[in-house]
């Protein structure tokens, strides 16, 4: 049986916009598919051969979607990870392999990864819950500022959290969770590491992210990143350290600090195609998304080298808008040389959710750069 | 109403693999779409909104389709243009009008419409019957050899044959047709021209191509075209002045020759996305098909230039097999820098039938025509 067969199929858990550009690809090649979603209205419920309604967290909803999949994969990490076992020990090949999904999961093992594996990250405290931060703090333990995260299932900003002072700590869920020493850093960083079943490894260029300094989320990637290039190669080779240590299949998106020391410390990752990776689509010789399904059919990886510069812009909803979305001033932006949109396909917007990236191309990244700060100054992403 | 709305619905007539790939861009900004298509198995059948079966060439079938559309857009000619007609009369808008269709559905008409508008094109003689031909030659009015075209309905080399001695013309069908005098030509190349509603005009690089000899099918389209300077200016200019006459909206694929004397004639023209310009998915900073549907949405045009060279490669059914089609080699094929495979997803393979395309980018063209002929030589379109 050959992956470009119709006796194959892969499965992908989650039908957001990750699954959705993943589709681009199935479809170039003609693998058949099947995708499993919470809501009715996923964009992936169009462009896969099955669509089938779910809960990503249940067990039995994941198990009976996997068990006739001959690959299973993901979009997001926050799935029932139990029923992906049980369907490993049934045969079906799940990538990334659940012993990678269980060192991420929990944001506290992650952190454990890395120091027990000699990966620079920043000094950090495990607590079971968030109210046993006040004694640390009383018995000088932990100082403000530091970083709030809880340990499971934080997406996007929505388990992170800047701790300045005692009152912030109120308005956390008493949960499992970390409180990372704040990172004074010059720069963020990341690294996407593509890891076939061959054990064949490839990175991409690195990337550097520019944060909402609000909504704690990426508002611009630029590749290649404005670092030295013995920096570059720090990075690198650090995210290939923790790539070897986890044993992926697939992508691998390593979020790093560079500090203002000139250290690389790893953030987080994510074992799947990533956000830092959407520039790839206009820029790159492979997209992240093709390189994904490479490496989990166990096909050869394909160049990871650019073509041009790319710079990404998400597109957030606008604050103060909740309702149907409308992109307004997509026109304008249309026409802006080297300006790619991508509409998710989400039907209502709310504050900072993202509805869609820019892509800016150019063979010179600070044009590419200046074209993208009009782009996040033309378009707003509004309600009705 | 905006396009970028759920209100908003585009309808293509076709649902191929232009049609396929124009439903990329259509996901890629969330536009609603329906697909008409006479088989069930149609590669549209999926990532379209709407799947509706029918024949394009029966009047109610099309005209039944089109009645609930906004923009009616076509993948391939041979469509039922009546129906077209009175939906336009009833504001749909058809894209490309039926007016260019009408001129370019019969090859007679479309030759006329080149001497009428002082257009170059090679010299030809009208017939009512194939029949006809005959007498013409007994009476010295024809010379061998010629071109034999069918007026109505040629596709893809099935209504075009070179007659190169009167036992030829008894294997031809007895239908309205034309003669050409066959030209010396040093080269055949195509211009992509692209013009929205608003009527602003973008053409894309003047790109080669290289015809398998029996198949008289596209085996490599090379952008950029190696060719001097003074004739791609020459090609480019005639292609607009063909883009000007007829008026379209949307993309129109110009295949031209170019004689040993450097004259530039027009082959024939097609208003739609085309196989000269697949190689721009991977090489162009706008891809037809996403060019296609700016044009006909009155959007802005993109950036038409190249990032990178692109040699296309046809992926063609191989002779001696018919069948369930198998892809042999396509992994070899992946392991060679910047190779792209589309896998178009029909079931059976036939000798020459068009099963895919092989898209090859590097910074040198040189190179990429290298790892074209490579890629050429070890992918083979067989049956199980």
Not at 280 to 289: C, K, L, V
Request: proline share 4%.
């Amino acid at each position: 049986m050959h992956f470009f067969s119709s006796d194959f199929k892969l499965g992908i858990l989650g039908g957001g916009q990750l699954g959705k550009m993943l589709l681009y690809e199935t479809r170039k090649w003609d693998i058949q598919t099947k995708v499993m979603d919470t809501s009715k209205d996923a964009p992936c419920k169009i462009a896969c051969n099955e669509f089938v309604l779910g809960n990503l967290l249940d067990f039995d909803d994941v198990y009976n979607f996997g068990k006739d999949v001959d690959i299973l994969t993901i979009e997001i990490e926050n799935v029932n990870v139990e029923a992906l076992e049980k369907l490993e020990q049934e045969n079906v090949r799940v990538y990334p392999p659940t012993k990678t999904l269980r060192t991420i999961q929990n944001k506290a093992t992650q952190k454990l990864f890395y120091t027990d594996n000699g990966i620079p990250t920043s000094p950090f405290t495990r607590f079971a819950y968030t109210s046993e931060i006040e004694d640390s703090i009383s018995n000088g333990g932990l100082q403000f500022p530091f970083v709030w995260k809880s340990a499971q299932f934080g997406y996007d900003g929505q388990g992170v959290k800047v701790v300045r002072k005692l009152e912030d700590l109120s308005r956390l869920p008493n949960v499992e969770c970390i409180a990372e020493e704040m990172v004074n850093f010059k720069n963020e960083l990341a690294v996407v590491v593509a890891r076939n079943t061959k054990e064949e490894v490839k990175t991409y260029p690195v990337v550097e992210m520019e944060f909402h300094p609000e909504a704690n989320q990426v508002e611009y990637v630029i590749c290649p990143a404005r670092i030295e290039e013995s920096i570059g190669q720090k990075a690198v080779e650090v995210a290939l350290k923790v790539s070897a240590h986890l044993e992926h299949v697939g992508l691998l998106a390593v979020e790093l600090f560079q500090t203002q020391d000139n250290e690389i410390l790893v953030n987080e990752v994510a074992p799947r195609p990533h956000n830092s990776g959407h520039y790839s689509i206009e820029a790159s010789y492979t997209n992240q998304f093709e390189q994904h399904i490479r490496a989990i059919l166990g096909l050869p990886l394909g160049k990871t080298d650019s073509k041009v510069a790319g710079v990404m812009v998400n597109l957030v909803g606008a604050e103060g808008h909740i309702g149907d979305v409308v992109y307004e001033n997509i026109d304008a932006i249309l026409e802006m040389d080297g300006v790619t949109p991508h509409v998710y396909g989400k039907k209502q917007t709310r504050p900072f959710r993202k509805m869609g990236h820019v892509t800016i191309v150019d063979e010179d990244m600070f044009k590419a750069r200046r074209i993208a700060q009009q782009v996040k100054e033309t378009i707003k992403v509004i309600s009705k």
